[in-house]
């Protein structure tokens, strides 16, 4: 019950301003720019669409749509005669 309870000494000490801290940002270039050499054709490897910033998630689809459908690359297998 110790747990849920709060001192008061330090629910007072909650009007005392405290200097802010700077939060760092990436780089705005970064997050905008696309390069098509990143696209993965495997389904479960690749970066999903929107995980992409959406000021660059038309670039990536295009990108997609121009490397053409995804199918696996399968070995020869012998036919087998049915019946």
């Given at each position: 019950?110790?747990?849920?309870?709060?001192?008061?000494?330090?629910?007072e000490?909650?009007?005392?301003?405290?200097?802010?801290?700077?939060?760092?940002?990436?780089?705005?270039?970064?997050?905008?720019?696309?390069?098509?050499?990143?696209?993965?054709?495997?389904?479960?490897?690749?970066?999903?669409?929107?995980?992409?910033?959406?000021?660059?998630?038309?670039?990536?689809?295009?990108?997609?749509?121009?490397?053409?459908?995804?199918?696996?690359?399968?070995?020869?297998?012998p036919?087998?005669?049915?019946?």
């Open positions: 019950m110790r747990r849920f309870l709060v001192d008061r000494a330090s629910i000490n909650v009007n005392i301003v405290q200097p802010k801290t700077e939060v760092e940002e990436p780089p705005p270039n970064m997050a905008n720019e696309f390069n098509s050499n990143e696209i993965v054709r495997d389904l479960d490897c690749r970066k999903q669409i929107h995980a992409y910033d959406p000021n660059i998630q038309d670039q990536v689809r295009s990108a997609y749509i121009l490397k053409g459908p995804t199918q696996p690359n399968l070995s020869k297998f036919r087998t005669q049915l019946g």
